[in-house]
């Protein structure tokens, strides 16, 4: 478990429950994030951040949403000097997606081809967790 992300507050856009579900158990217990918040989609998220008490130290993003798209999240948070500073990790199955993200967007620091098993779950929190760990140290 790491240290630093104790105290750490990811804020998970992802419209899939067992998904969501099966993330924020993993990140709690193996990254010992103290506190994660949820949207289902990217207004809604854009709303969270705009309305939230803190600001989070990452944001990991399914670019499949329903409604407002990751994408469409992505263009939002670098229209806003605030969240643009935010580091992205973004997921999702479609590889076209995932490239697309990472080669527009400034604010997005990692990309992982969305988790099928236990195995790349735990992966992809390897990354989530070095990503929290250097957003805490720049704070």
Do not use: H
């Amino acid at each position: 478990m790491l240290a630093a992300a104790r105290d750490a507050v990811v804020f998970l856009v992802e419209d899939d429950d067992q998904d969501a579900f099966l993330f924020e158990k993993m990140l709690r217990e193996e990254a010992g994030a103290a506190e994660i918040v949820r949207a289902v989609e990217g207004q809604a998220a854009l709303n969270e951040l705009r309305n939230g008490t803190r600001q989070p130290d990452c944001i990991v993003l399914d670019l499949n949403l329903a409604g407002e798209d990751g994408l469409w999240l992505l263009d939002r948070l670098l229209d806003d000097d605030d969240f643009a500073r935010i580091p992205v990790i973004v997921f999702s199955g479609d590889a076209a997606r995932l490239q697309r993200a990472s080669a527009d967007f400034s604010n997005v620091v990692s990309s992982v081809r969305k988790p099928q098993t236990l195995d790349d779950y735990r992966a992809a929190l390897t990354i989530v967790a070095a990503i929290l760990n250097a957003a805490l140290a720049r704070s």
